[in-house]
C-alpha cells in the first residue's frame, strides 16, 4: 500500500493521509493470492473482486491498457485458440478465461502503481504470510522440510525467495526511508531463515544466484559504462551457465543433494520424464494438446506419470520444465510467445537497473534472473491465478513503461536548445511558396 506524504493542514491541529486505492486494491489482491493454499476458495474470491475492482476502478484506462500492452495478451488470446483442438475443451477454456483475467488484473497492477509503490506492496504482502508462517505453519509428513501454510515446501520456498529478494533490495538501497530499511533488514533475516527451513535445494541455489547479481547491479553505480557491461555481461553468463548445468545434469545434482540431505528419490527420473513429454510434442508439435489439458484426470498420459511416480493425490505434478510442459499443452508455438515475455521482462529490467540502480529497479531484475533459472527445472508463472505470473507481468510492463520513459527523454535531448529569453529574437525571415509548391524560400 502506498501511502502518500502527509499533508499537515494549517490552522487546524489535523494530519491528512492520502491513500491511492489501487495500490489498496493491488494490495489485496496480492495477499489474497499469497493466501489461497491456506484460506482456500475464499482466497481466490478476494482476488478476484479486488482484482477486477482495481480494472474496472478506471475503464477508459482498461482500454487504453489492451491497446498498449497487446503484445502481452497474445499469450491468453493464443491459449485461447488452443480450445478449439483441446483434448479436454471444457477445462481449457475454464483454465484461459480465468488467465486472461489474470493477466488484466496484472497488467492495470503495473501500469496504474509506481514502482516503488509495487516493491513496498509486495514487501508488506510477504512479510505478513512470512509471520503467519512463522506462528501457525507446519513441517512436512515426512520432517523434511517447513511448509508454513502452504500445502508444499515448493511453493513455500518460492514465496519465501521472494520475500528474501524484495528486503535484500530494500536494505541496500539508501533512497529508502530508514524504517523501510529497518523492516526490510528484519525480512531478510525472517526470509532467509524460513527459506534454509523449507529444505528446497533449487530455491535456495537459485536465491543465491539471483543476490549475487543484485550485488553487482547495485556496485554498478561506480562503474563506468563500459565496466558495467562487462560485468552483467559476465553475470549474465554465469547465470545462463548455472541453469545450463541445472537442465543437463538434473539427476546427477539432486542425487547427490538426495544423499547429503536425505530427501525422497521423488526427484529423480526427471530425464525419463522429459523423454516422456519429447513424445508427446512430436504428436503435435505447434499447437500441443489445449491449454491445461493434460494433467487431467482420465488422460492416459497424466495417469501412466502419477502411477509411475507414485502420486496418489493425482495433482502437484508437471514435467518440471517450464518450456517442455509448455510445448506440450500449447505447443511451439505458444512457447515461443512465453519465451519472448519472459526474456523480454528479463533483458528491460536488467537494462532498467544498469541506467538506474534503485530498490525497485534491482528487484525486478533480480527476480527475473531467478525466474529464468528456475524455468530449467521447474513450471514457473504465467499459469492463472498464481502470484508468480502477476511479478513476472508486472516486471515486463515496468520494465516497457521505463524503455519508452528513456526513448522520451533521449527524444526530449536532441531537440535544439530553447532560446535564451534574456536575449532578442532575430528578425523574422520573410518566406514565399515556391512556384513547383514543393516548399518556402527566402523572399
Not at 489535523?14 to 489474497?32: D, H, R
Not at 509428513?141 to 521472494?162: E, P
Not at 515486463?396 to 526513448?407: Q, T, Y
Amino acid at each position: 500500500m502506498t501511502v502518500l506524504p502527509l499533508q499537515t493542514l494549517r490552522n487546524r491541529d489535523l494530519v491528512l493521509i492520502q491513500i491511492c486505492p489501487s495500490s489498496v486494491l493491488a494490495f489485496m489482491a496480492v495477499i489474497s493470492l499469497l493466501l489461497v493454499q491456506w484460506v482456500g476458495a475464499l482466497a481466490a474470491l478476494g482476488f478476484l473482486v479486488s482484482g477486477l475492482a482495481l480494472v474496472l476502478r478506471r475503464p477508459q484506462t482498461m482500454l487504453s491498457e489492451v491497446w498498449q500492452y497487446w503484445m502481452v495478451l497474445t499469450i491468453p488470446f493464443w491459449c485461447l485458440l488452443t480450445v478449439l483442438w483441446s483434448t479436454y475443451p471444457s477445462i481449457s477454456l475454464r483454465a484461459v478465461i480465468q488467465l486472461i483475467i489474470t493477466f488484466g488484473i496484472a497488467i492495470s497492477m503495473a501500469n496504474r502503481m509506481s514502482p516503488r509503490g509495487f516493491l513496498r506492496m509486495i514487501f508488506l504482502a510477504h512479510a505478513i504470510v512470512a509471520v503467519l508462517s512463522l506462528l501457525f505453519g507446519q513441517i512436512r509428513a515426512d520432517g523434511m522440510g517447513w511448509l508454513g501454510i502452504f500445502g508444499s515446501k515448493n511453493a513455500f520456498a518460492a514465496v519465501m525467495s521472494l520475500f528474501v529478494l524484495v528486503s535484500f533490495a530494500m536494505v541496500l538501497d539508501r533512497l529508502q526511508g530508514w524504517l523501510w530499511r529497518l523492516a526490510a533488514g528484519f525480512g531478510l533475516a525472517l526470509g532467509g531463515m524460513l527459506l534454509v527451513l523449507a529444505q528446497s535445494s533449487g530455491a535456495l541455489l537459485t536465491t543465491a544466484m539471483a543476490l549475487m547479481f543484485g550485488l553487482l547491479l547495485m556496485g554498478a553505480r561506480w562503474m563506468t559504462p563500459i565496466q558495467r557491461v562487462i560485468a552483467v555481461g559476465l553475470g549474465l553468463i554465469a547465470a545462463l551457465a548455472v541453469a545450463v548445468l541445472l537442465f543437463t545434469l538434473q539427476d546427477v545434482i539432486f542425487s547427490l543433494l538426495l544423499e547429503t540431505t536425505g530427501k525422497d528419490a521423488t526427484l529423480t527420473g526427471r530425464t525419463d520424464l522429459w523423454q516422456r513429454a519429447f513424445d508427446e510434442i512430436a504428436r503435435n508439435p505447434l499447437f500441443g494438446q489445449g491449454y491445461q489439458a493434460v494433467w487431467v484426470e482420465g488422460n492416459q498420459v497424466a495417469e501412466d506419470m502419477w502411477a509411475e511416480f507414485g502420486i496418489a493425490n493425482k495433482s502437484g505434478f508437471n514435467f518440471h520444465n517450464t518450456y517442455i510442459s509448455n510445448a506440450v499443452e500449447i505447443g511451439i508455438i505458444g512457447v515461443a510467445l512465453q519465451a519472448a515475455v519472459l526474456f523480454g521482462a528479463t533483458g528491460l529490467t536488467v537494462f532498467w537497473a544498469l541506467r538506474d540502480p534503485r530498490a525497485e529497479t534491482v528487484f525486478l531484475a533480480i527476480l527475473m534472473l531467478r525466474v529464468l533459472m528456475l524455468s530449467m527445472v521447474e513450471v514457473v508463472g504465467l499459469t492463472q491465478f498464481d502470484l508468480g505470473t502477476v511479478v513476472v507481468l508486472c516486471a515486463l510492463v515496468f520494465g516497457m513503461r521505463a524503455r519508452w520513459a528513456f526513448k522520451a527523454q533521449e527524444a526530449a535531448a536532441r531537440l535544439p536548445p530553447r532560446p535564451d529569453p534574456a536575449r532578442p529574437l532575430p528578425a523574422p525571415v520573410e518566406t514565399e511558396w515556391t512556384e513547383d509548391g514543393s516548399g518556402p524560400r527566402p523572399a
